[in-house]
């Protein structure tokens, strides 16, 4: 699987919109882009994955450039709760999810 | 759906001692996998299953061993504990076809002294 790049840490002021870059610059033309995040040392929750097209589900909007180098996480709307750390994986689709690999992701924090 | 459930949630053990951390889910998810996190560092994968009787290592295998006899259990072994292996556990399963996401449980926090 594609290695990612992703900034060690963020700040977002409450009620706004927070973008969370990826860097896939090897990614292949079946990997997925995945987006997890985990709050305050619990498990690593699921927020949305795609392929090429944007995508956007109740939590979050994913956006994948065109050349598919680099993706954008958006939280349209941020909140206190919404710190934690952002994972952005890739995978070759329909493998073993369990394989996958976990960088060191990015420490969002959203500030009042 | 109780989802993925990790048992214990704490455990302190000393150098040497053997232990078993469990993992169950109730999904019928084919994979399921075993990951540690360190302080303030991401998730690395020990071993993972791609369905009952078939285990692989993942990046840091060394000094845990794996069985898969159900679908639904996935427990990970500590032979002879470390003060090394002091860090996290993670247990995540998810269905075998497509793009199936990964599902965690809460964790079980281990130190070793």
């Known amino acids: 699987d594609a290695k990612t790049t992703q900034p060690t840490s963020m700040d977002c002021a409450e009620g706004r919109a927070a973008n969370l870059p990826c860097n896939h610059s090897?990614?292949?033309?079946?990997?997925?882009v995945y987006w997890y995040r985990q709050i305050h040392s619990q498990g690593p929750q699921y927020i949305i994955h795609g392929l090429k097209n944007n995508e956007t589900n109740e939590m979050a909007s994913l956006i994948i450039t065109e050349d598919r180098k680099s993706s954008t996480l958006i939280l349209p709307h941020a909140t206190l709760r919404d710190t934690a750390v952002y994972y952005c994986?890739?995978?070759?689709?329909?493998?073993?999810?369990?394989?996958?690999?976990f960088g060191d992701g990015t420490t969002l924090t959203v500030k009042p | 759906n109780a989802g993925v459930t990790q048992t214990p949630k704490f455990q302190v053990l000393k150098t040497g001692q053997s232990m078993t951390l469990q993992c169950a889910q109730d999904?019928?998810?084919?994979?399921m996998s075993w990951y540690r996190q360190d302080p303030g560092m991401g998730l690395r994968l020990i071993h993972y299953s791609v369905g009952a009787g078939i285990t692989d290592q993942g990046e840091v295998p060394n000094g845990y061993n794996v069985s898969r006899s159900t679908t639904e259990d996935f427990p990970l072994r500590l032979l002879s504990a470390a003060p090394s292996q002091t860090s996290v556990y993670f247990c995540?399963?998810?269905w075998g076809q497509g793009n199936s996401p990964l599902h965690f449980g809460n964790g079980t926090r281990l130190t070793v002294t």
């Open positions: 995540a399963s998810s």
């Open positions: 994986i890739v995978r070759v689709f329909n493998t073993n999810a369990g394989k996958s690999t």
């Open positions: 999904m019928n998810h084919e994979y």
């Open positions: 090897t990614i292949s033309g079946n990997e997925y």
